[in-house]
């Protein structure tokens, strides 16, 4: 199944200075705290995609990874941040000093180059911190050393930290390439020989491992050829668990056998020490809490809004973000993480913008990572409740209105139509057979005509009938800051992706789409194009119809029928699709 994307973005290297220059200056008013401490991270984070932009270029023109002038004026520089981050965490986040000579290394740099960034995953979706690398590193009993090589594309920076910890020099990084499963590496001979010439250990650094973990194994295959032996491997990973079911027997051998460095984030910020514990963060905006953090992580959530488990929703237990409630005197809150780096504020912004309008929770504020909004406690979703249908079309209208209106995309990325379409066909074709993938290619228009339909913004991407909250008489829509920037395909799309998402959530009838467009249309001020919206309906099923198929297949247990049961739905309306919310429903 197509599900899943990178987000990458085209950017001047000047660009990338300015907004780190930015968050530096910004530093320097702020008082010692975590605030503070998150700002220092934001600047790491956008140094980060630099610098991996920076030599995965030059990867590019040269073929094979080299210990460059940009290579290593790059990694210098995390390496200055990594120190600053180190100082900040282990003094309670009292001292915050960055050397001068991070600057001198960032403006080392041709500011008129344009390169390719990547988005880290780990710290924009899964709760990876910086700092669980510092203190895996700390624990792990490597000296100063040690030669530390970070796995590009995250563990560019992850790398610079794991030697910071140690005293260890400024790492190198290598960019795997191939087919997913089988990665091999490619570094200059000469380089190659002086890295792996001494006696020394070695720590290979990334997040992961994923399916098969064919990124560390093809640094650790580099290393064993080059005659380092297995025993001086060290393996930084972001998680506790064995390699995927894709990996080779020679990787999971040395996996299971070599020594591995873990910490979570749950070590880090779960009942640690008070100026690193997520509670005491979580008071400093609501005040003091009634009890412990309840983990609501995982599918969790749904025990505080179904008394039955047979009417609970599908979930994606792996792609859920991590999230608790907290309880204060009278209030009940939702603590998201919401992401690293310049994203957090982002979605903090929008959290406000939203609620100001009237249509998501109230906002307490945004603490390294986490975003903190009001849980409704009492509210219960539209697949529990019914309404006026009348009332449900003007609120939802008026929501995805206001979206259209006050959250463009400001150039995030989106997939194009032309990604959409492929998706699709390829999805039906590997779900449903060769004659539906078919039928699809034939009904399904190309999109050279509708590209200039499109206005991207910050769609929505969640409009099941249990993300829309009733509370008296109006909806408040949960969820709504994540989706189109998750760990998918999609992206940010024109709001005609949500109405084809509200077609089919809320089950609208053709009369009922009519009047949402037509809604959406005057509260945005923009067209809803008929054409586009037939062309998504099918787009959206496929993807759902794939999503909920391989969560289906890495779950077992009641979460799987209840994925399977979703994309059974899913496949049945994109087998109909052309009548997709046109024909009158009773």
């Not at 001047?12 to 401490?37: D, F, N, W, Y």
């Not at 603590?335 to 957090?344: C, D, Q």
């Not at 949960?478 to 109405?499: F, K, P, R, T, Y």
């Amino acid at each position: 199944m197509l599900v899943y994307g990178d987000v990458e973005h085209a950017v001047t290297v000047g660009a990338k200075q300015t907004a780190i220059e930015s968050t530096l200056s910004e530093i320097h008013s702020m008082p010692p705290g975590i605030t503070r401490h998150g700002a220092l991270v934001t600047a790491f984070v956008d140094t980060s995609e630099l610098v991996q932009g920076l030599i995965d270029a030059e990867f590019q023109e040269l073929g094979a990874d080299t210990l460059s002038p940009v290579h290593r004026n790059g990694m210098d520089g995390l390496s200055f941040l990594a120190c600053a981050i180190d100082r900040s965490w282990r003094s309670g986040f009292r001292e915050s000093s960055l050397s001068r000579e991070f600057l001198e290394k960032l403006h080392s740099f041709d500011p008129s180059r344009m390169i390719h960034a990547k988005q880290a995953e780990g710290y924009a979706f899964y709760a990876l911190y910086p700092e669980n690398y510092l203190e895996a590193a700390r624990a792990s009993g490597l000296g100063a050393d040690t030669q530390v090589i970070g796995i590009r594309s995250i563990g560019a920076g992850l790398s610079a930290l794991v030697a910071a910890a140690i005293g260890a020099p400024p790492p190198f990084t290598l960019r795997p390439t191939g087919h997913p499963f089988r990665r091999e590496v490619k570094v200059d001979p000469d380089l190659a020989r002086q890295l792996t010439g001494r006696d020394r250990s070695f720590a290979i650094v990334d997040e992961g491992p994923g399916l098969s973990g064919s990124s560390f194994g093809a640094v650790a295959d580099w290393l064993e050829e080059a005659g380092v032996p297995r025993h001086r491997i060290h393996f930084f990973p972001s998680h506790e668990g064995s390699l995927g079911p894709q990996a080779s027997p020679r990787h999971r051998e040395r996996w299971n056998r070599a020594p591995r460095h873990v910490r979570t984030m749950d070590d880090l910020l779960l009942g640690g020490s008070p100026p690193h514990d997520l509670a005491v963060w979580v008071e400093d905006l609501v005040g003091p809490l009634d009890g412990p953090l309840e983990d609501l992580s995982g599918g969790g959530w749904r025990r505080h809004h179904y008394r039955d488990e047979a009417r609970w929703p599908p979930s994606n237990l792996q792609q859920e973000r991590r999230k608790f409630l907290a309880r204060t005197k009278g209030a009940s809150w939702l603590v998201k993480f919401a992401g690293l780096g310049e994203t957090g504020p982002r979605k903090l912004r929008m959290a406000r913008q939203l609620h100001e309008a009237g249509f998501a929770p109230d906002v307490a504020g945004w603490r390294h990572g986490f975003l903190v909004q009001r849980w409704h406690e009492d509210a219960r979703g539209l697949d529990q409740i019914s309404i006026d249908r009348d009332q449900l079309i003007e609120q939802v209208g008026a929501y995805l209105g206001f979206r259209a209106r006050h959250c463009p995309s400001g150039g995030q990325p989106g997939a194009s139509l032309d990604d959409l379409r492929h998706m699709a066909l390829y999805n039906a074709q590997q779900a449903l057979g060769d004659d539906a993938g078919a039928f699809l290619d034939w009904s399904l228009p190309p999109p050279d005509a509708l590209e200039g339909k499109i206005r991207r913004v910050w769609s929505d991407n969640r409009m099941h009938a249990w993300e829309w909250l009733v509370s008296g008489d109006r909806l408040i829509k949960a969820d709504a800051l994540d989706h189109s920037a998750a760990h998918d395909l999609v992206g940010h799309q024109d709001i005609a992706w949500d109405i084809a998402g509200a077609i089919v959530e809320l089950d609208l009838s053709r009369p009922e789409a009519a009047r949402l467009c037509a809604i959406v249309e005057r509260e945005s001020g923009y067209p809803v194009y008929p054409d586009l919206l037939a062309f998504l309906l099918p787009c959206y099923c496929a993807f759902h119809m794939g999503a909920h198929l391989m969560a289906a297949g890495a779950l077992g247990g009641g979460e799987e029928s209840r994925l399977r049961r979703a994309a059974d739905r899913y496949g049945q309306l994109l087998q109909r699709h052309e009548s997709l919310g046109l024909e009158h429903r009773p």
